[in-house]
């Protein structure tokens, strides 16, 4: 069985559930969202694939699943990878993939989001606070990887696919070198596209690269 993601390149969350499906060598084809034309503010799509008007939306089989975290959760759970071995690892990576989503994703993605591809000239005030919020959740990933190799535990679980997948995007979109300013954080993301089967967002998903504006 094949896998459909409904995705666009410059979805980190989509970029995720990618990552996900090909560490776990599983088939997927990819549905472009044409999300810059207004698809998924479209009543139609809502009704068809998703209620809550986001991009990424696997459907395996029957089932149409939305937010990234549910995905992987599913997919971990179904494939028996990347799930944490015991229940502490696993209640580990629920926190992380709450974290990410409350704390790390959200700030870094509306971040990249404004600068890069909202044609409207962002206010500086905004910028400012988002920048502070996404360098304090970085702190905190940072000084956790200068002690261990994965973000949940001793292996990779989708609680990493899941805070790395907006950090892969290139240095001009989000506008760190990881390397220079977290060092830690740029060799766990070494250790994760190390991985048999890893592919970079723009390499695994469907819709033209956009420069970014600014
Ligand atoms: N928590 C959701 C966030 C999904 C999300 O924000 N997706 C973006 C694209 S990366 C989207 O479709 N946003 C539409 C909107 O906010 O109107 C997840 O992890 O799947």
């Avoid at 996900?20 to 472009?32: H, K, R, S, T, Y």
């Avoid at 989708?158 to 060092?183: R, T």
Wanted: glycine share 8%; net charge neutral.
């Amino acid at each position: 069985m094949t896998y459909r993601l409904h995705c666009f390149s410059q979805s980190g969350n989509a970029f995720k559930v990618a990552m996900a499906l090909d560490l776990m060598g599983q088939p997927w084809e990819p549905v472009f969202v044409d999300f810059f034309a207004g698809e998924t503010r479209r009543a139609e799509w809502r009704e068809a694939v998703n209620a809550m008007g986001e991009a990424p939306v696997l459907e395996d089989g029957p089932l149409m699943l939305s937010q990234s975290g549910v995905i992987l959760d599913h997919l971990a759970r179904k494939h028996g990878r990347f799930g944490g071995e015991s229940e502490a690892e696993r209640r580990e990576v629920l926190r992380w993939i709450l974290f990410d989503n409350h704390k790390f994703t959200s700030y870094l993605a509306t971040f990249r989001f404004l600068k890069c591809f909202m044609p409207k000239e962002p206010d500086p005030a905004v910028m400012g606070w988002l920048k502070g919020r996404m360098d304090a959740a970085l702190a905190i990933a940072e000084k956790e990887l200068a002690g261990r190799d994965f973000i949940a535990g001793p292996a990779l679980t989708i609680a990493d696919l899941s805070m790395a997948g907006y950090l892969f995007y290139p240095a001009e979109e989000h506008g760190y070198d990881w390397a220079a300013s977290h060092p830690a954080i740029a060799r766990w993301l070494a250790r994760i596209a190390a991985m048999p089967g890893w592919r970079g967002p723009y390499e695994c998903l469907p819709g033209a690269r956009i420069a970014p504006l600014r």
